[in-house]
C-alpha cells in the first residue's frame, strides 16, 4: 500500500513539472523579440516606414495655423502667377437646340505658396485629398459662359493636391461642364463650328493674378479615342486675352477652342435622299393619262404631305433661328417642285375641260352642217377636217359617206388618235357657208403640257442641284 501511493505521488509531480515547462515556452513564444534573418534574406534590408511612425499633424508640418490662409500668396506685392494645363477625357454632346457641349475635362493649376514650405531631407513632395483644399488658399478658378458644371465625387471627391518642399503647389480636379457655344446654322447641315471653353479668375484681377497657359499649346491635350456620332473634331488649340469689366476691371481669360465638322452622310440618307425622290415620284404624274383624276390628285397630295412632314422633322430637332439654313433651301425648293406638279394637272385637266366643250360645240356644228349638204361626187373642191382622239363613234358616223382617212396609231386596236375627215363642197350650194369653213381645222392635243412637263422639270431640279452642292460644298 505505501509504495502504491509513492507511485502515485511520484506521477503527480511528474505531470506538474511538464505543465510548467509548457507554460514556460508558451510565454517565451509571444515575448520573444523580432526574429532575426539570415543575411541573404531580402527581408534584413527592409526600412520602417517613417509615416507610421511619424507622429507630427499635416497642419503643424505645413504649419497651417500659422498663417492667414485667406489671402492670397505674397498679398499686396507682385501677381501670383498660376499656370494651368488641361487634359480633356471626352466631348460629351453636342446639342444644336440648346446651343452647347458638354465636356469632361482634368483641370491643373500650378503656383507656389512660400507659406506652404516645409522641411525634408529626401526632397519629396506631400499628397493631399480634397479636405486639405478647404483650409489653403488655392485659386478661384470659374468657367465662363457655363450653365452647368460639378466636380466628380465617386468615390470620393475627385481632387489631388500636391505640395512640394519648397512651397510649390499642383491642385488637380476632374470636371464636366456645360457651356454655351454660339453656333451659326446658316450653311447647316453642311457646316463647321468652333466652341470656345472659357477660364477666368472670379475675384483677383490681373493686378493680383495672372492666369497663364502653363506650356502653351502643349498645355491642352486630348485623348485621341474621342470621338463624337454627328461631327468629326478638326482642331484643340488655346488662347489668351485680356477681358474687361466696367465694374471691376481687367481679367486674364484662358481659351479652349476646338473646330467640328458635321457627318453629311447621316443628313444624305435622312432628309437629302427621301426629299429627292418625293420629288421625282411627282413627275410620274407627267406619265400618266389625264383623265385619271383619282390617280393625278392622290399622288400629287402624297408628296405635298410627304414633303410637309420632312420639312417639319427637320426643324423640330433645330433651334428657331430667325434666318434660312441650307436645307430649308433644298427643302422649300424641293417642295415648290411636288406643288407644281400638283399645279400642272390642274392646268391639264381645266385646259382639257374648256377644250371639249369647244369640241363638242365644233362636232354639233358640224354636224348640223353635214346634213344640209348635198351630195358631193364629182366635185372638186374638198376641205379638210382633223378630229381629237376625244370623238365618240357617234360623231364618227355621222360624218357616213364621206371621206375618211385614220391617222396611223400606236396600236390598231385602239381607237386613231385623229380622224381626218375630208368634205366634198359645191361652190354654189355652200356660197354662204364657205368663210365659216375655208382652212378649218380641228387639231387638239392637251398634252403638250404634259409632253414639256416631262423635260422642263427634271431638267431645272437638276440644274438646281448642281448649283447648290457647288455653292455649299
Same mark, same amino acid.
Given at each position: 500500500?505505501?509504495?502504491?501511493?509513492?507511485?502515485?505521488?511520484?506521477? $503527480?509531480?511528474?505531470?506538474?513539472?511538464?505543465?510548467?515547462?509548457?507554460?514556460?515556452?508558451?510565454?517565451?513564444?509571444?515575448?520573444?523579440?523580432?526574429?532575426?534573418?539570415?543575411?541573404? &534574406?531580402? /527581408?534584413?534590408?527592409?526600412?520602417?516606414?517613417?509615416?507610421?511612425?511619424?507622429?507630427?499633424?499635416?497642419?503643424?508640418? /505645413?504649419?497651417?495655423?500659422?498663417?492667414?490662409?485667406?489671402?492670397?500668396?505674397?498679398?499686396?506685392?507682385?501677381?501670383?502667377?498660376?499656370?494651368?494645363?488641361?487634359?480633356?477625357?471626352?466631348?460629351?454632346?453636342?446639342?444644336?437646340?440648346?446651343?452647347?457641349?458638354?465636356?469632361?475635362?482634368?483641370?491643373?493649376?500650378? *503656383?507656389?505658396?512660400?507659406?506652404?514650405?516645409?522641411?525634408?531631407?529626401?526632397?519629396?513632395?506631400?499628397?493631399?485629398?480634397?479636405?486639405?483644399?478647404?483650409?489653403? *488658399?488655392?485659386?478661384?478658378?470659374?468657367?465662363?459662359?457655363?450653365?452647368?458644371?460639378?466636380?466628380?465625387?465617386?468615390?470620393?471627391? &475627385?481632387?489631388?493636391?500636391?505640395?512640394?518642399?519648397?512651397?510649390?503647389?499642383?491642385? !488637380?480636379?476632374?470636371?464636366?461642364?456645360?457651356?454655351?457655344?454660339?453656333?451659326?446654322?446658316?450653311?447647316?447641315?453642311?457646316?463647321?463650328?468652333?466652341?470656345?471653353?472659357? $477660364?477666368?479668375?472670379?475675384?483677383?484681377?490681373?493686378?493680383d493674378l495672372m492666369l497663364y497657359w502653363k506650356s502653351g499649346d502643349e498645355s491642352l491635350s486630348t485623348d485621341d479615342r474621342i470621338s463624337l456620332s454627328q461631327f468629326l473634331i478638326q482642331k484643340f488649340h488655346t488662347t489668351s486675352r485680356l477681358a474687361f469689366y466696367s465694374s471691376t476691371g481687367w481679367y486674364n481669360r484662358l481659351y479652349i477652342n476646338f473646330t467640328l465638322r458635321r457627318h453629311i452622310f447621316f443628313f444624305l440618307l435622312q432628309?437629302?435622299?427621301?426629299?429627292?425622290?418625293?420629288?421625282?415620284?411627282? *413627275?410620274?404624274?407627267? *406619265?400618266?393619262?389625264?383623265?385619271?383624276?383619282?390617280?393625278?390628285?392622290?399622288?400629287?397630295?402624297?408628296?405635298?404631305?410627304?414633303?410637309?412632314?420632312?420639312?417639319?422633322?427637320?426643324?423640330?430637332?433645330?433651334?428657331?433661328? !430667325?434666318?434660312?439654313?441650307?436645307?430649308?433651301?433644298? $427643302?422649300?425648293?424641293?417642295?415648290?417642285?411636288?406643288? /407644281?406638279?400638283?399645279?400642272?394637272?390642274?392646268?391639264? &385637266?381645266?385646259?382639257?375641260?374648256?377644250?371639249?366643250?369647244?369640241?363638242?360645240?365644233?362636232?354639233?356644228?358640224?354636224?348640223?352642217?353635214?346634213?344640209?349638204?348635198?351630195?358631193?361626187?364629182?366635185?372638186?373642191?374638198?376641205?379638210?377636217?382633223?378630229?381629237?382622239?376625244?370623238?365618240?363613234?357617234?360623231?364618227? &358616223?355621222?360624218?357616213?359617206?364621206?371621206?375618211?382617212?385614220?391617222?396611223?396609231?400606236?396600236?390598231?386596236?385602239?381607237?386613231?388618235?385623229?380622224?381626218?375627215?375630208? $368634205?366634198?363642197?359645191?361652190n354654189e350650194s355652200t356660197g354662204a357657208k364657205k368663210k365659216g369653213l375655208r382652212g378649218f381645222r380641228i387639231i387638239q392635243n392637251t398634252h403638250a403640257i404634259d409632253t414639256y412637263s416631262r423635260m422642263i422639270f427634271p431638267g431645272a431640279y437638276i440644274l438646281f442641284n448642281l448649283i447648290y452642292w457647288c455653292v455649299y460644298c
Amino acid at each position: 500500500m505505501p509504495c502504491y501511493a509513492r507511485f502515485l505521488l511520484l506521477l $503527480l509531480c511528474l505531470i506538474v513539472i511538464v505543465e510548467c515547462r509548457k507554460h514556460k515556452s508558451r510565454k517565451k513564444r509571444w515575448s520573444a523579440p523580432a526574429e532575426t534573418h539570415k543575411p541573404g &534574406n531580402p /527581408l534584413a534590408k527592409k526600412v520602417s516606414d517613417g509615416t507610421k511612425t511619424r507622429k507630427v499633424k499635416t497642419s503643424h508640418l /505645413l504649419r497651417i495655423d500659422e498663417h492667414d490662409f485667406t489671402m492670397r500668396p505674397a498679398f499686396a506685392g507682385p501677381a501670383v502667377p498660376v499656370g494651368v494645363d488641361v487634359q480633356v477625357e471626352s466631348l460629351d454632346s453636342i446639342s444644336e437646340v440648346d446651343m452647347d457641349f458638354t465636356m469632361t475635362l482634368y483641370l491643373r493649376h500650378y *503656383w507656389k505658396d512660400e507659406r506652404l514650405a516645409f522641411p525634408s531631407a529626401t526632397n519629396k513632395s506631400m499628397t493631399f485629398d480634397g479636405r486639405l483644399v478647404k483650409k489653403i *488658399w488655392v485659386p478661384d478658378v470659374f468657367f465662363v459662359h457655363s450653365k452647368r458644371s460639378f466636380i466628380h465625387d465617386t468615390t470620393t471627391d &475627385n481632387i489631388m493636391l500636391r505640395v512640394f518642399p519648397d512651397g510649390h503647389v499642383l491642385y !488637380s480636379l476632374r470636371v464636366t461642364v456645360t457651356a454655351a457655344c454660339n453656333m451659326d446654322f446658316s450653311r447647316f447641315p453642311l457646316d463647321s463650328q468652333t466652341c470656345t471653353l472659357e $477660364l477666368e479668375s472670379y475675384a483677383y484681377t490681373d493686378e493680383d493674378l495672372m492666369l497663364y497657359w502653363k506650356s502653351g499649346d502643349e498645355s491642352l491635350s486630348t485623348d485621341d479615342r474621342i470621338s463624337l456620332s454627328q461631327f468629326l473634331i478638326q482642331k484643340f488649340h488655346t488662347t489668351s486675352r485680356l477681358a474687361f469689366y466696367s465694374s471691376t476691371g481687367w481679367y486674364n481669360r484662358l481659351y479652349i477652342n476646338f473646330t467640328l465638322r458635321r457627318h453629311i452622310f447621316f443628313f444624305l440618307l435622312q432628309t437629302y435622299f427621301p426629299a429627292t425622290l418625293m420629288v421625282m415620284l411627282s *413627275w410620274v404624274s407627267f *406619265w400618266i393619262d389625264r383623265r385619271a383624276v383619282p390617280a393625278r390628285v392622290s399622288l400629287g397630295i402624297t408628296t405635298v404631305l410627304t414633303m410637309s412632314t420632312i420639312i417639319t422633322g427637320v426643324n423640330a430637332s433645330m433651334p428657331r433661328v !430667325s434666318y434660312i439654313k441650307a436645307v430649308d433651301i433644298y $427643302l422649300w425648293v424641293s417642295f415648290v417642285f411636288v406643288f /407644281l406638279s400638283v399645279l400642272e394637272y390642274a392646268a391639264v &385637266n381645266y385646259l382639257t375641260t374648256v377644250r371639249d366643250g369647244k369640241d363638242r360645240k365644233l362636232r354639233e356644228k358640224v354636224r348640223e352642217q353635214s346634213q344640209n349638204l348635198p351630195c358631193t361626187c364629182g366635185m372638186t373642191h374638198t376641205k379638210t377636217m382633223m378630229l381629237d382622239g376625244t370623238y365618240s363613234e357617234a360623231d364618227a &358616223n355621222s360624218l357616213a359617206g364621206y371621206t375618211r382617212a385614220s391617222m396611223a396609231a400606236e396600236d390598231a386596236s385602239e381607237k386613231p388618235e385623229r380622224m381626218v375627215v375630208h $368634205l366634198s363642197l359645191d361652190n354654189e350650194s355652200t356660197g354662204a357657208k364657205k368663210k365659216g369653213l375655208r382652212g378649218f381645222r380641228i387639231i387638239q392635243n392637251t398634252h403638250a403640257i404634259d409632253t414639256y412637263s416631262r423635260m422642263i422639270f427634271p431638267g431645272a431640279y437638276i440644274l438646281f442641284n448642281l448649283i447648290y452642292w457647288c455653292v455649299y460644298c
